[in-house]
């Protein structure tokens, strides 16, 4: 039997929280890694998405284009390549290797809707559930990463 995954359970405010999270896991991200962004219709993982993209980017205007429909939109970053996916449309996991989901995987990966990867999904990610607990609020609980998920707190 493996050990329990260490979890990690942060009760963000407001906006500014979520973005705050994003930048301190854009800091803490490397080539190779794997975010997953799950939670409901309007939980946040966009705007997740956009803030770790700015931070990552060092650039707080950064565009960042909803990828509901090209599934996927590629930024080029200071330390890393990032490919946030939203695989809300896809029809199935084998439609991800026609968006060079093997390739992006040597870079970083942000994705919503992660549940569509069926058995492509990483195992070695790092999971962020996101849950509305207010208009304003959102509880995130974290998995994954193993020690490096305590420099999230
Ligand atoms: N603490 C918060 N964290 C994240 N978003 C928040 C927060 N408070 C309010 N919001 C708002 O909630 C909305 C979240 O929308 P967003 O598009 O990021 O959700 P989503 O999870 O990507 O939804 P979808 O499944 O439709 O893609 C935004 O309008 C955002 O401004
Ligand atoms: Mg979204």
Known sequence: MSAPT????????DLAATAALAGRVARAARAGDAILLEGPLGAGKSA????????????????VPSPSYTLVQT???PSFRAHHFD????????????LDWAEARADVVLVEWPDRLGALRPDDALTIALQPTGAETRRAVLSGWGERIRTLA
């Open 87 to 98: 695989l809300w449309r896809l029809g199935d996991s084998a439609e991800l290797a026609e």
């Open 48 to 63: 997740f998405a956009r803030a770790f993209l700015r931070a990552a980017a060092a650039d707080p205007a950064l565009e």
């Open 75 to 77: 930024y080029d970053l």
């Open 6 to 13: 260490a979890s990690l359970v942060l009760d963000l405010p």
